[in-house]
């Protein structure tokens, strides 16, 4: 995805987050955009809007498990600390 499709994208899944008849898929929605992020080498926000996925789903215990997944992916593939 370029640059500009990119932000197209983010800009369209914000403004849906600000939606009211969105709340019941806010979770969805911050997941998408953490997969947006992540796409493009943006792991900071990746994670920052994962963790907003699993925070927000309330009713939607298999979003959450694939948000936290996703965060603990992320955080395996580090190298491990010196102890």
């Not at 500009?4 to 009211?20: A, C, F, G």
């Not at 911050?30 to 789903?57: C, I, P, R, T, W």
């Not at 298999?62 to 603990?72: E, F, P, R, V």
Request: aromatic fraction near 12%; charged fraction near 30%; avoid cysteine.
């Amino acid at each position: 995805v370029n640059s500009k499709d990119k932000e197209k994208i983010i800009s369209v899944l914000n403004k849906m987050l600000k939606d009211k008849k969105n709340k019941d898929f806010q979770d969805q929605i911050y997941f998408v955009l953490a997969q947006v992020h992540e796409k493009n080498g943006d792991m900071e926000n990746a994670v920052v809007n994962y963790k907003k996925s699993a925070a927000s789903s309330t009713n939607n215990p298999k979003q959450k498990a694939l948000s936290y997944l996703a965060i603990a992916d992320y955080y395996f593939k580090i190298p491990k600390y010196f102890l």
